[in-house]
């Protein structure tokens, strides 16, 4: 009887052990994102005004109502970046978005904040983004894969892309 008894209490030990902490929080500031975006002079931020025609198209691409008034972002005249809230199950994701000459040059999560579904901040998931542009009926010109168990953080990391090349669209029109 003793011998099965330590034989479970090392077995729940090692579980204990083995079970992973939830990796929630922030993993790249916004500083460190936008120095990464633009390597050489980082430009000053701009406010885009979100109401009209690129509301709606927005609120298409989310599948929701948009809250926001106004969105910050940054862009060079050829690049912009845009750091974007989106919830998962529960609570916001922030991610970030690079976009030159309407295509996603990267996205990196910059914060998660959900128990479950966290694995969307590594690249083998983000890279998937790269050279996505949006096609004539809104969607990503790109399959994107899925992670089992990630689904609703998937679906946040893709609508956020849709609607950063939405923003970036609307921004580069306005010259």
Do not use: C
């Not at 931020?45 to 940054?74: C, P």
């Not at 890279?127 to 009926?137: N, P």
């Amino acid at each position: 009887m003793l011998k099965t008894s330590k034989w479970l209490l090392l077995m729940l030990s090692a579980v204990a052990v083995a079970e992973p902490v939830a990796p929630d929080g922030p993993y790249l500031a916004t500083d460190e994102y936008l120095t990464r975006s633009f390597p050489n002079s980082r430009p000053q931020s701009n406010t885009l005004w979100v109401s009209g025609d690129l509301r709606q198209s927005i609120e298409q691409a989310l599948g929701h109502r948009f809250a926001g008034l106004r969105v910050q972002y940054w862009f060079d005249g050829e690049t912009s970046a845009w750091v974007l809230d989106e919830i998962g199950k529960e609570l916001p994701i922030t991610i970030g978005v690079t976009i030159k000459d309407n295509s996603i040059v990267n996205v990196r999560v910059l914060e998660f904040r959900e128990s479950r579904g966290w694995e969307v901040k590594y690249p083998f998931f983000t890279d998937q983004f790269r050279a996505a542009s949006l096609k004539a009926d809104g969607k990503l010109s790109r399959k994107i894969d899925g992670i089992t168990g990630a689904t609703l953080s998937v679906g946040a990391v893709k609508r956020i892309a849709r609607v950063a090349l939405i923003f970036h669209e609307h921004v580069k029109q306005q010259g």
